[in-house]
């Protein structure tokens, strides 16, 4: 039988986090039916034998190795194809996200097919902050949405949408407003946010800064370019 959620975990050299991480969701998702699937971004210290490890001594954990590391819309795309739930939920596998919080965003997948997780108080460096708001504000500025933290992996979704969602590398900055284009409702709720305690972040402003204002006019161009249109057959 199928899970019904899926929980999608894009994973590059994060060896000290896996089993803590792992245990973390076994207790949040106690008396569920569910499924976590890593997704290894052809890590290099050692995170691919663990994660061998782990998932065979739990089932219920199934990992994707790339051969070589692709990037995070990569590795989410390939966690989104291979998801077996109803339900997806998207999550870091650094620990700053707190499976607790999972149960939330389910609830809200009511009535909504995409909910955001908003990191309103966050443990990360000033630098960081202070960057993530300036960039919050001027996507939302440019490209006309109100989400108030785009960055936040921890999301859930009806798996169904992503039949009409087709990524492209650095687009999973901007899938609030994918959804949106295809007609899916979205929300965004408050959700935990822990310090790093073990590896190191990824991103920073210096490689990913540009790349993301670039996204960022790209998204902008294929709102204002969407086809909208009805057909009358009277």
Request: charged share 25%.
């Amino acid at each position: 039988m199928n899970p019904d959620i899926s929980i999608i975990i894009p994973l590059y050299n994060e060896v000290d986090n896996i089993e803590l991480l792992g245990y973390s969701i076994i207790n949040a998702m106690q008396g569920q039916n569910y499924e976590v699937v890593f997704v290894d971004d052809g890590s290099t210290d050692g995170s691919t034998q663990k994660l061998r490890e782990w998932c065979t001594q739990y089932t219920n954990f199934r990992t994707i190795h790339f051969r070589k590391n692709a990037g995070q819309t990569a590795a989410m795309d390939a966690g989104f194809r291979h998801a077996l739930g109803k339900y997806v939920v998207s999550m870091d596998a650094d620990m700053q996200n707190d499976p607790a919080d999972i149960q939330k965003l389910l609830e809200k997948l009511n009535t909504y097919d995409m909910v955001c997780g908003w990191r309103q108080k966050r443990n990360d460096p000033w630098i960081k902050r202070i960057s993530s708001k300036v960039a919050n504000y001027i996507r939302n500025k440019l490209s006309r949405e109100d989400i108030r933290d785009t960055g936040c992996s921890l999301k859930a979704y009806r798996r169904e949408c992503f039949d009409h969602i087709k990524l492209y590398n650095g687009m999973h900055r901007f899938l609030p407003t994918l959804f949106k284009m295809e007609g899916f409702t979205v929300t965004e709720i408050v959700v935990n946010h822990y310090p790093r305690k073990f590896g190191k972040s990824k991103y920073g402003i210096s490689n990913r800064a540009f790349r993301a204002f670039v996204d960022l006019l790209v998204v902008r161009w294929m709102k204002k370019r969407k086809l909208n249109y009805e057909v009358d057959n009277e």
